[in-house]
């Protein structure tokens, strides 16, 4: 059987091995996403005109910023990077190599999304918070990202499968994981059933990440009965 | 007297890229401690606005707002924050948070508004604890002590006014701003909430502001009533005097549809009969209602009477009767009949040619 030869070649742990290698980028890249992309999105969604700061010079060069880099193509961006990259990684190929510039391509990204999931916010929160004297730290932190938080995390799930396709692409590159295997064999070898056991494999994560995003924000949403 | 709350001179005028709009212009309120004060207007009138300018959520473009003497526009945002937490608001759409139960609703003005010690609040700190037990009291007055754990979208929508209202006292304020609180109620909750306020503004002799479009609300419960004409205040003072004596278009108009122009329904046929005719509208008080002053004006002057309208209303607790009366043609006998009727002690007031 074939599942016999492919324990037996080493496939099986190979694609063990890039399962975890995709993982461990995906999730890092989103971690590190999140730490640029939030701020971002929140000084987005409270700067811009109708927020509870507005600052229109903070605003348009966040604005510009976010739309130079996504409109980057992603392979583009990781050879662009690939300076940054060694100087921060101490080497431009590589799964922790890939990070660097996945991060780079999901901030902007998952800024933009938090900063619509904060604009959904019911104005007259807002609003009524103003009212009772609350800073303007308090309302980010206590009404709109609270009230925000099952979009936010709707996005996350979003983010999430986003970056699995982008870290999939930088197999192109030798950025490892997945798509790297499905490449090498599918690609150069023409060992399509490797391609393929990877493709699925990939599939099942993104699916993974999906239910279980949709699950727990579904979960911690209350304004359902 | 100088009131809870002074405005002089107040406008506002809002920047767009079109043209600038004049919401507000000159506009001169004193709101005395205490009273139930109604803003009245049609949609657009810049009632909203108006209110928002009482707390500075919105900055008037000209002109002071005062709250107990101290005028708002010389405060930091600091000061101003501690401020606002002393001049309460609830919404028309009730503006719960709507990822927390009822509980944590009314404790956040307790734990993150400009009294909570996490804001470096003025007025004293309060524990999470605290706050839970002060929100419970609150509950309790405001009848929804059983729904604590609740979420808003559980709740109706008077349950929510009350929660809002709850929240809205959390921080014993001295003024509570209601911007069209009840109008996205219907009759009934309109009145149960309409006395939950009335209630609150005697037990604990909080100022209450109730901006509004409906005629119904200013009779039911305020002392003071302004009227708010396109940006300007057009007529202003005691209800029972206003009700009695309208003396602007506005005022008339707010009072005989008994609402503002959205509904135009029955009152709309009526004021259709009264075009080019010479109406009147009476009202009588309490002690002018022994006499049959119509019938007997019908036997004096031998001419028929149209009666178009007839209403009993609650002014202030006191029962009111009004009446749209349309007179015959004939000038000299109309200046008779109103004579007449102002002999007996009637209000009378003509109601014709301000429809158009």
């Not at chain 2, 009666?307 to 200046?335: C, H, W």
Request: hydrophobic share 45%; charged share 20%.
């Amino acid at each position: 059987m074939w599942f016999k030869e492919w324990f037996a070649s080493g496939t099986a742990q190979m694609m063990w091995e890039g399962t975890l290698d995709t993982l461990f980028m995906t999730l890092l890249s989103t971690v590190f996403g999140y730490l640029l992309g939030l701020p971002m999105g929140i000084a987005l969604a409270v700067t811009d005109r109708d927020g509870i700061r507005p600052n229109a010079a903070v605003y348009k060069v966040l604005d510009v910023i976010a739309n130079i880099v996504r409109s980057i193509p992603f392979l583009i961006l990781l050879i662009l990077l690939m300076p940054l990259t060694r100087l921060l990684v101490g080497k431009s190929y590589g799964t922790a190599a890939t990070v660097v510039p996945l991060t780079v391509a999901a901030a902007p990204f998952i800024g933009r999304m938090i900063e619509s999931s904060l604009k959904e916010v019911d104005h007259g929160v807002v609003e009524a918070a103003q009212s009772m004297g609350v800073s303007t730290m308090n309302i980010i932190v206590r009404v709109l990202l609270v009230e925000a938080r099952t979009s936010i995390l709707v996005g996350v799930t979003i983010a999430l499968g986003t970056i699995l396709g982008y870290s999939a692409m930088a197999g192109i590159v030798g950025g490892g994981g997945l798509g790297d295997i499905a490449m090498r064999y599918g690609y150069y070898r023409y060992e399509s059933d490797i391609m393929l056991a990877a493709v699925i494999l990939l599939v099942v994560l993104v699916q993974i990440f999906q239910t279980i995003g949709m699950k727990m924000s579904a979960k911690l949403d209350r304004r359902k009965r | 007297m100088a009131g809870i709350i002074e405005v002089h001179g107040l406008s506002k005028t809002f920047v767009t890229k079109d043209a600038d709009v004049e919401a507000l212009q000159g506009i001169d309120l004193s709101i005395q401690a205490g009273d139930i004060y109604g803003i009245i207007g049609m949609s657009g009138a810049g009632k909203s606005t108006l209110v928002r300018c009482l707390n500075f959520l919105e900055r008037p473009t000209a002109g002071t707002v005062e709250i107990e003497g101290r005028d708002l526009s010389g405060m930091s945002e600091k000061e101003l924050r501690a401020k606002r937490a002393e001049i309460a608001m609830i919404f028309q759409h009730f503006n719960l948070l709507m990822q927390k139960n009822v509980i944590d609703n009314i404790c956040f003005p307790l734990l993150y508004g400009g009294v909570g010690k996490k804001d470096g609040g003025t007025r004293g700190a309060m524990t999470k604890k605290e706050a839970r037990k002060r929100a419970e009291e609150l509950l309790e007055i405001v009848g929804m002590s059983e729904k604590a754990k609740a979420y808003p979208s559980q709740l109706s929508g008077g349950q929510k006014q009350r929660v809002a209202i709850a929240r809205a006292l959390a921080a014993n304020p001295k003024i509570l701003l209601c911007d069209e609180a009840t109008s996205a109620l219907d009759p009934q909750t309109t009145q149960s909430i309409l006395q939950l306020l009335k209630q609150i503004n005697r037990e604990y002799g909080i100022t209450i502001v109730i901006i509004t479009h409906e005629m119904a609300v200013v009779r039911e419960i305020c002392s003071h009533v302004a009227i708010i004409g396109e940006g300007r205040l057009v007529e202003q003072g005691r209800v029972t005097d206003i009700f009695e004596h309208p003396r602007t278009k506005e005022a008339k108009e707010l009072i005989v549809r008994g609402q503002s122009g959205e509904s135009r329904t029955l009152e709309d046929r009526q004021m259709d009969l009264m075009k080019g005719k010479c109406c009147i509208r009476i009202v009588f008080s309490v002690n002018s209602s022994f006499e049959p002053v119509i019938a007997n004006m019908v036997l004096r002057f031998g001419q028929p009477i149209n009666i178009l309208r007839a209403d009993t209303k609650n002014v202030e607790g006191i029962a009111r009767g009004e009446m749209i009366l349309s007179l015959p043609d004939d000038v000299k006998l109309q200046e008779e009949m109103k004579a007449y009727l102002i002999d007996r002690g009637l209000a009378v007031e003509e109601v014709d040619g301000y429809v158009v």
